[in-house]
């Protein structure tokens, strides 16, 4: 997986602060106080941010975003220096730069800009149904895993805990291959009782038991030429799966109470919060009908796992529900995005999107604030320390040392490369420790 982001300073101290702060947000990043090499490696892989200081010896940060539009028109740029004219800010700016940010920077701001251009660059997928939104790496290797898998007449198997979105995956299955304009039908294998089950999956014939008044296709025939969805097979009975295993290896099947052999032209997708392979070794699962439906096999995460996805997600579903209810749009508080991040969210997304539906209806401002959120999200979470003051600190004391480096330790000179009175800069001194 390539780095996100390339970071490209003189002051090779403070490429290694930067990149220290962004991997403390996740947000894998390069570093080189060389630009020439800054153009080597951008020729030989994809970055989706550089981070460049505009006023470097030999070869300026103007000279190398030149170079860089030129081989990648796309890549996104923000500019950083201590000491730019707006003459150059204004050239930077022409040429593309998205923003220039003066030394020291406001890190806070500067990180939060910097997630908000790789969120938008990372097209979160919406299916068709826009029920889900992904944003999770994972999630979308298992997304591409399914379109993927699609092109191929192949048995899948999703599985998952309740709420994750499986159905999404077995529709997308459908929705990418080569049966797309055909049906695509499912059947909830736990909702319906054994005898049902069989007629509602095989059809029967009139008079085959006590209420079959007349003839009726099943799901097989029903869904003929598309894919036949099975949720929740694990809650299948063996006397079905057996069945079931039978029209998988000979693609054929009879209607209950008649011997006419009807065959079976359907794509198999099943799905199931349940771990078969332990139903297998109690003997409640067939271990020869799991082989033959995991030929692919979808594991889909529960949302705890997926951070990056919860509050895209409520994004999108304050944005779904603010519209069907004529709502004002609204926004997450901090301390709500705070308790969303930390809620093991045991009923997945669709938990999320009932807890949205409700807060929208019941919304009373423009903010979501917790008294505002369902019961079971009252108790209060421990708002965590700064865990990146250090850090941020690490950063303004590294460009405060090399503004006075470079100004030879005169105060008035380095408070002028930074930008910064010399009032500034002596609260500075003394916040960091910094003794002259």
């Not at 150059?88 to 990180?111: C, Q, S, W």
Request: with cysteine.
């Amino acid at each position: 997986m390539n780095p996100a982001v390339l970071i490209v300073d003189d002051e090779i101290k403070l490429c290694e602060s930067l990149s220290q702060i962004l991997k403390a947000h996740k947000i894998p990043s390069e570093y080189t106080d060389n630009p020439s090499e800054a153009v080597s490696l951008i020729k030989n892989k994809s970055y989706r941010l550089l981070i460049s200081d505009i006023k470097m010896p030999g070869f300026s940060g103007i000279e190398l975003l030149e170079q860089i539009k030129a081989l990648d028109n796309k890549l996104q740029v923000i500019m950083i220096s201590g000491y730019a004219s707006v003459d150059t800010v204004v050239e930077a700016m022409k040429l593309g730069a998205l923003n220039f940010y003066e030394k020291p920077i406001d890190i806070a701001r500067f990180v939060e800009e910097i997630k908000q251009i790789l969120m938008k660059q990372s097209h979160p997928i919406i299916p068709k149904d826009g029920k889900i939104i992904i944003n999770d790496r994972v999630m979308m290797e298992r997304w591409q895993m399914a379109t993927t898998a699609a092109a191929t007449d192949a048995p899948v198997i999703i599985t998952g805990e309740s709420g994750t979105g499986k159905e999404h995956f077995a529709a997308a299955v459908h929705e990418n291959s080569r049966r797309k304009e055909k049906p695509f039908i499912k059947i909830n294998c736990a909702a319906l009782p054994d005898t049902l089950l069989e007629s509602e999956l095989f059809g029967h014939e009139k008079g085959a038991f006590t209420d079959a008044k007349s003839d009726r296709k099943g799901k097989f025939e029903v869904a003929e030429g598309g894919t036949l969805f099975f949720d929740e097979i694990g809650d299948m009975n063996l006397n079905t799966q057996a069945k079931l295993l039978r029209v998988l290896q000979e693609k054929e099947f009879e209607r209950l109470g008649s011997n006419k052999v009807r065959s079976a032209d359907v794509r198999f997708v099943a799905a199931t919060h349940r771990n078969l392979e332990a139903m297998i070794e109690e003997g409640t699962f067939r271990q020869d009908l799991y082989y033959r439906l995991s030929v692919i096999c979808l594991d889909i995460p529960p949302l705890r796992e997926r951070k990056d996805d919860i509050i895209p997600l409520s994004d999108f579903f304050i944005s779904l529900y603010c519209s069907r209810y004529e709502k004002p749009v609204l926004r997450l508080s901090d301390e709500v995005k705070h308790i969303f991040m930390n809620h093991s969210w045991p009923g997945n997304v669709r938990e999320l999107k009932n807890t949205i539906e409700r807060t929208v209806i019941f919304s009373k401002s423009s903010e979501v604030k917790r008294e505002e959120l369902p019961s079971q999200y009252q108790v209060m979470m421990p708002v965590e320390q700064d865990t990146f003051t250090s850090l941020h600190d690490k950063v303004d004391r590294e460009m405060v040392l090399g503004a006075l480096d470079k100004a030879h330790g005169n105060k008035s000179q380095a408070a002028e490369y930074l930008n910064i009175s010399r009032k500034t800069l002596y609260a500075k001194l003394k916040k960091l420790n910094i003794e002259l």
